[in-house]
């Protein structure tokens, strides 16, 4: 089984996140769009060639009031099939299971989102990458 993963995701904190303009808090959450990441699963052994996508994160720089979240938008397309990973999903250091399926799915749109946005952090720049692994779960 192979995995392809595209997009990336950069967002930056501004006066348009305030909530009611100067002076308010800032807006805890923000979002990128509903297709930023778009995952492939291929060379499977056929439709019925179960697997499961899970999903971690690495970080360089990333305050510990800040959550990164994932959820998958969409089914994509292919002989498979596949499940789960509809609602919000906080990604953590360790491996928790994202989506599972079946046989090959392309186009598979998946949306991230922080939360705990606030005044209260110091300015800065935060990076994290998520990684997406594929398990055989035949």
Known sequence: MDLHTSGTWATTINATHLQAGA?????????SAT???VIEVSATAGSSDS??????RADSTWPSEIGLWVRRT?????TGSID???????VGATDI???S???????????????GLSLGLSPD????TVHYSLVDTL
């Open 23 to 31: 002076g308010s808090e800032l807006v805890s959450t923000d979002q």
């Open 35 to 37: 297709s930023q990441i």
């Open 51 to 56: 697997w499961r996508l899970d999903v971690r």
């Open 74 to 78: 969409g089914g994509g397309s292919g």
């Open 84 to 90: 789960g990973g509809l609602a919000w999903i906080e």
């Open 97 to 99: 299971s994202f989506f």
């Open 101 to 115: 399926g079946e046989g090959d799915r392309d186009s598979i749109p998946v949306q991230l989102r922080i939360t």
């Open 125 to 128: 720049s935060f990076l994290s």
